[in-house]
């Protein structure tokens, strides 16, 4: 969706057609090694996801060097997560989770959206500065994770804040703060976990980049361009 509305703008801002090609796989790794091996004129970009950071201590061999092989673009979107618990979890702000987790070590379990995802690395920045033993459980993709959470099968997330909220102003998860430096003007009466955690920070984005050695700078033809994802 982020890449569809932003080639969209583009092409309108630009008057060239930007096309949009979805390569799943491997966690970015299929995107992006296609937009690496493209030849470097500035007509292929890659929409670039936490992922492309991550992977580099996921992955024992990539056939590129995220670093080296492009250039950056320009940022896009930049967004919060939020704690959230299920109903039945028996705390109501950051203080509560630490106090209750601290005498309860393996007790309770934070869902994700799969290992190195955002949402995993929120979750175990906070269990390393505030010292508590939170167990992971992996999913594959946000949705089911949330699934989980509502039902209880989990009690903890830290969830990308546009994929929650529907459901936390539905009364179906309990919010206990957001992952940024500063409060979200979304949900302006949370506060922030640093409030309680100093120094924590944690947020999910997304941006542009394109091979490394492109023209800098832009071309005037018709040559369509296109944003792989």
């Known amino acids: 969706m982020t890449a569809r509305l932003t080639g969209q703008w583009l092409s309108e801002r630009f008057g060239q057609q930007f096309i949009v090609e979805s390569r799943p796989g491997a966690a970015t790794n299929i995107a992006t090694e296609s937009v690496v091996r493209a030849t470097p004129d500035g007509y292929t970009l890659l929409l670039a996801a936490p992922a492309n950071a991550t ?20 940022g ?13 979890v028996p705390v109501h702000s950051i203080p509560e989770l630490i106090a209750y987790a601290k005498p309860n070590p393996g007790k309770l379990n934070f869902a994700s ?3 190195g995802s955002t949402l995993h690395v929120a979750g175990e920045l906070f269990k390393m500065m505030a010292s508590v ?24 997330m830290f969830d990308n804040l546009p994929t929650s909220l529907e459901y936390i102003k539905a ?9 940024t430096a500063a409060r979200s003007a979304v949900v302006p009466d949370l506060p922030t976990v640093a409030d309680f955690v100093p120094g924590y920070e944690a947020s999910a984005w997304y ?14 033809s018709s040559t369509k361009r296109s944003m792989r994802c």
Not at 60 to 72: E, H
Not at 133 to 154: E, F, N, Q, T
Not at 173 to 179: E, G, I, K, N, Q
Not at 207 to 220: D, E, F, L, N, Y
């Open 55 to 74: 992977n580099v201590a996921l992955f024992a061999q990539l056939n590129f060097d995220f670093i080296r092989n492009v250039t950056p673009v320009a």
């Open 76 to 88: 896009i979107i930049r967004f919060p997560d939020v704690v959230d618990v299920n109903l039945s």
């Open 113 to 115: 959206s799969g290992i």
């Open 133 to 156: 033993d939170i167990v992971h459980v992996p999913y594959r993709g946000g949705g089911p994770a949330l699934v989980d959470l509502m039902s209880g099968r989990v009690q903890l």
């Open 171 to 179: 009364g179906k998860l309990r919010p206990l703060a957001v992952t």
């Open 207 to 220: 941006g542009i980049v394109a091979r490394r050695a492109h023209p800098p700078k832009s071309s005037t």
